[in-house]
T-cell receptor, first 113, second 109 residues
């Protein structure tokens, strides 16, 4: 079946602009996660959704970052007033339940000039 | 100190070699442990879970030492296709995953 999809696959933006990244989880998966991976670094947890609510936002690096999930499905991660240090691959993962294996999407490569 | 630490490598080995990666974690309350594989410019994919009794999947063997807070992955008879970054992953009591920085493996002909 279809896996996790993310769009766009690549995004180049100018410093100070806002960007929106989209994640379509595997159908029926209740849990959705956002991670960030900077060049040569491990994955950094950003935020997790159970259904439409986000019980854990502890990983969001600043108030410029926000995320929402609607209908228990699609999620968008918004970065306002992007900075060069926001450049990274943003990965989304979903799992059937909170405790299950997470399946990752292909990521969105964000470059802030 | 990072919560999950790995030697970044790269480990350069010839085809057919046996190679082992180690990982240490700092949270003694960690519940579950995994190895993920990440190919260049691709997403991470689950390779195998790691159980206290140790587990084997074909050429791959994973072991856990809770007392030393240490996880290992052994790859026997390395193939060119094993070239990738191997991520050590720890799940805490809150079911959150923490990823190590990864160990890069390059298998040469």
């Amino acid at each position: 079946g279809a896996g996790v999809s993310q769009s766009p696959s690549n995004k180049v933006t100018e410093k100070g602009k806002d960007v929106e990244l989209r994640c379509d989880p595997i159908s029926g998966h209740t849990a959705l996660y956002w991670y960030r991976q900077s060049l040569g670094q491990g994955l950094e947890f950003l935020i997790y959704f159970q259904g439409n609510s986000a019980p854990d936002k502890s990983g969001l690096p600043s108030d410029r970052f926000s995320a929402e999930r609607t209908g228990g499905s699609v999620s968008t991660l918004t970065i306002q007033r992007t900075q060069q240090e926001d450049s990274a691959v943003y990965l989304c993962a979903s799992s059937l339940f909170r405790t299950d294996t997470q399946y990752f999407g292909p990521g969105t490569r964000l470059t802030v000039l | 100190r990072k919560e999950v630490e790995q030697d970044p490598g790269p480990f350069n080995v010839p085809e057919g070699a046996t190679v082992a990666f180690n990982c240490t974690y700092s949270n003694s309350a960690s519940q579950s442990f995994f190895w993920y594989r990440q190919d260049c410019r691709k997403e991470p994919k689950l390779l195998m879970s790691v159980y206290s009794s140790g587990n084997e999947d074909g050429r791959f063997t994973a072991q856990l030492n809770r007392a030393s807070q240490y996880i290992s992955l052994l790859i026997r008879d390395s193939k060119l296709s094993d070239s990738a970054t191997y991520l050590c992953v720890v799940k805490d009591a809150g079911n959150m995953l923490t990823f190590g920085g990864g160990t890069r493996l390059m298998v040469k002909p």
